[in-house]
């Protein structure tokens, strides 16, 4: 099947350093990668949606300006969680949809964000 | 809107007994309907998806579920647990529409405990 590979999968930073997750579709091309962000024992909540060549598109109550989303190619898109704030530690994972094949989402191994 | 609610945020079982997670939706019109397992600090493995035709799915690992429209439900079965199943399981929807996104509304998420 194809793959997703989050980059790091875990990362300890201070408060008010920026940190950046990569995430990478290795086999295929993705037009629209979607970032979700997961609480300890929690559900997935979506927060943006990444779209190749343009501006991402944020759900209500994300932040953009502290949530920066740039997908550059069909194969990478990076959230960069800027002013880390301990609040921000979270678990963090990327989805991606193959623009050549059926419509099915597939997801990163995720990235555990940890700001002291 | 849509939403997906999860009965039971713990369900615990015996190993070789059924294995039976709920999952209710609300949609205006029938959605696409997925089944995810999490194991700890990973990301989501698809189960098994229902989109159109046979409202029975079967998944890997053993694992199927039902859709019944009447009940609005997306029932997960595994006959005989293992304790390798122990895990995470979670139960999305997203609209039938490609041009919504693929957005995925995920429920509340179920954990299974596997007793030896």
């Known amino acids: 099947g194809a793959v997703v590979s989050q980059h790091p999968s875990w990362v300890i930073c201070k408060s008010g350093t920026s940190v950046k997750i990569e995430c990478r579709s290795l086999?295929?091309?993705?037009?629209?990668m979607f970032w979700y962000r997961q609480f300890p024992k929690q559900s997935l909540m979506l927060m943006a949606t990444?779209?190749?060549?343009?501006?991402?598109?944020?759900e209500q109550g994300v932040e953009k300006d502290k949530f920066l989303i740039n997908h550059a190619s069909l194969t990478l898109s990076t959230l960069t969680v800027t002013s880390a704030h301990p609040e921000d530690s979270s678990f963090y994972i990327c989805?991606?949809?193959?623009?050549?094949?059926?419509?099915?989402?597939?997801f990163g191994e995720g990235s555990r964000l940890t700001v002291l | 809107a849509q939403s997906v609610t999860q009965l039971g945020s713990h369900v615990s079982v015996s190993e070789g007994a059924l294995v039976l997670l709920r999952c209710n939706y609300s949609?205006?019109?029938?959605?696409?309907l997925f089944w995810y397992v999490q194991y700890p600090n990973q990301g989501l493995q698809l189960l098994l998806k229902?989109?159109?035709?046979?409202?029975l799915v079967k998944g890997i690992n053993g694992f199927e579920a039902e859709f019944k429209k009447s009940e609005t439900s997306f029932h997960l079965t595994k006959p005989s647990a293992h304790m390798s199943d122990a895990a995470e399981y979670f139960c999305?929807?997203?609209?039938?529409?490609?041009?919504?996104?693929?957005?995925?509304?995920f429920g509340g998420g179920t954990r299974v405990l596997v007793k030896p």
């Open positions: 949609s205006s019109v029938p959605p696409y």
């Open positions: 989805s991606a949809r193959d623009r050549g094949g059926s419509w099915e989402l597939f």
């Open positions: 990444s779209n190749e060549g343009s501006k991402a598109t944020y």
């Open positions: 999305a929807v997203s609209p039938r529409m490609i041009a919504a996104g693929n957005k995925l509304t």
């Open positions: 229902y989109t159109t035709g046979a409202t």
């Open positions: 086999d295929f091309q993705a037009t629209t």
